[in-house]
């Protein structure tokens, strides 16, 4: 009996058993009667995008279908478990489309047990591999739930990139992570999509990564992201903050609003004052203004690579300007900010507003309009304003200095 022929007569048996006739099933379905009709004379397949929905009318999983067996009733199975091998295999089939990439240096394709990358590189005398893991947050969390699926793997790649570029690094291969109670094939779709479109606008390649079903851990629709990359960067010009020295010039290049942190914070806000959601900020919903993805930064900086001119960066996530800036500054040094100068967004003013939150909260939880710092020296502060400022805004908010302290905060923010 061919595969077809024994699925049909199984659709057609388990159909009989729960007294549904064709139309009947078909109506429930959304369906043509014809299109049983052809699977039950096994003349054509269920449809990938219908099998969940089928399996759950007529008692049976997926994988049972796609066998056209029933398993033993009394045997457990990893099915009835709540993984279904069969499904997810034909997942992982359309997961593929989405990896396909022109990158001479991916060696193989999706289905081996590890990710083949090449990694010589004449050109450079002592590459270094800079490697680093990211999750969106909980950001993530309202991603699901106001339908921003693909917007969020964005947030997820763009900050994981943001992260090597600041040493220096050109990113090369990605592998994501998606763990999930179950697998609904159209979100996790739309998640590789998502973040295979993030790496390809970053110059850089979603090699492979794990999609893991646990049922027992993870909620139904609940869905846990991360990832990891390898970039690359010749030892010489690893940007560090070593270079750091008194009389630099601190340049902030603007974000877009809040990126990847802080998020903690705007759900309680959101649980208090649950009206906020729809307020119209700058011509966008609160929603809208909060869900724009990560500002990626990689375009706009990797022109200035090799020269010597950034002497250190920072990408400004959780812990604020003084958390992230400090991190590349040299002890006995000192960046003096000055708060009056950088260019607060609306939302970040509303959100102050409306939470009755301290300055000092503000500047630690959120980048509040600066995403990424870079120092250089002063006569090359013009050169780099102007060559970054034809992607983003960017303007100089301090200098460094002499001092114990690594980041210190001058002036008050123009919240007005």
């Known amino acids: 009996m061919t595969d077809s022929i024994r699925i049909g007569n199984f659709i057609m048996r388990k159909r009989k058993e729960a007294g549904l006739t064709q139309q009947q099933l078909a109506d429930k379905l959304n369906i043509s009667f014809q299109a049983v009709s052809k699977w039950e004379t096994g003349n054509a397949y269920p449809n990938v995008e219908l099998l969940c929905d089928l399996a759950t009318i007529l008692c049976v999983t997926t994988d049972e279908i796609l066998t056209g067996n029933e398993k033993a009733a009394d045997g457990l199975s990893y099915s009835k478990a709540g993984v279904d091998i069969a499904y997810t295999d ?10 396909r990439t022109e990158d001479r240096r991916v060696l ?17 005398r002592q590459p270094v591999l800079v490697l680093k893991s990211e999750e969106p947050g909980s950001k993530q969390k309202l991603a699901m739930e106001y339908g921003y699926t693909e917007s969020v793997c964005h947030d997820m790649i763009n900050h994981l990139v943001n992260d090597i570029i600041v040493m220096g690094a050109k ?11 179950n697998a609904e094939k159209d979100t996790i779709k739309s998640l590789v999509k998502g973040i295979a479109d993030a790496c390809r606008d970053n110059d850089c390649t979603l090699v492979g990564g794990e999609t893991s079903i646990q049922p027992l851990v993870v909620d139904a629709g609940v869905y846990v992201l991360t990832s990891a990359i390898a970039g690359i960067v010749e030892k010489k010009d690893v940007i560090d903050g070593s270079a750091v020295q008194d009389g630099d010039v601190v340049l902030a290049v603007a974000s877009n609003g809040l990126h990847t942190n802080g998020y903690s914070l705007v759900r309680m806000l ?15 919903t609160f929603i809208e203004q909060i869900m724009k993805p990560h500002t990626p930064y990689y ?8 020269k010597g001119i950034m ?46 939150i301290s300055d000092e909260e503000m500047f630690r939880t959120f980048n509040c309009g600066a995403g990424l710092c870079i120092v250089v020296q002063e006569k090359d502060a013009a050169a780099v304003m102007r060559h970054i400022s034809e992607y983003y805004d960017c ?20 919240w007005i």
């Open 90 to 99: 034909t997942i992982k089939r359309e997961m593929a489309e989405h990896l």
């Open 108 to 124: 193989n394709k999706m289905g081996a047990f590890a990710s083949l990358y090449d990694i010589y590189f004449p050109s450079m």
């Open 171 to 181: 990113p090369l291969a990605v592998l994501d992570t998606i763990v999930c109670g």
């Open 270 to 284: 959101m649980d208090r004052m649950p009206q906020i959601k729809l307020d119209q900020i700058d011509g966008m």
């Open 299 to 306: 375009k706009a900086v990797r022109g200035l690579f090799g």
């Open 311 to 356: 002497h250190g960066m920072a990408h400004i996530t959780g812990g604020g300007i003084k958390g992230n800036l400090g991190r590349v500054i040299p002890e006995g040094l000192t960046a003096q900010i000055d708060l009056s100068k950088i260019r607060l967004l609306p939302i970040f003013k509303y959100i102050r507003k409306s939470g009755n």
């Open 395 to 414: 303007y100089e908010i301090g200098r460094i200095r002499c001092g114990e302290e690594k980041v210190v905060f001058m002036n008050r923010p123009e």
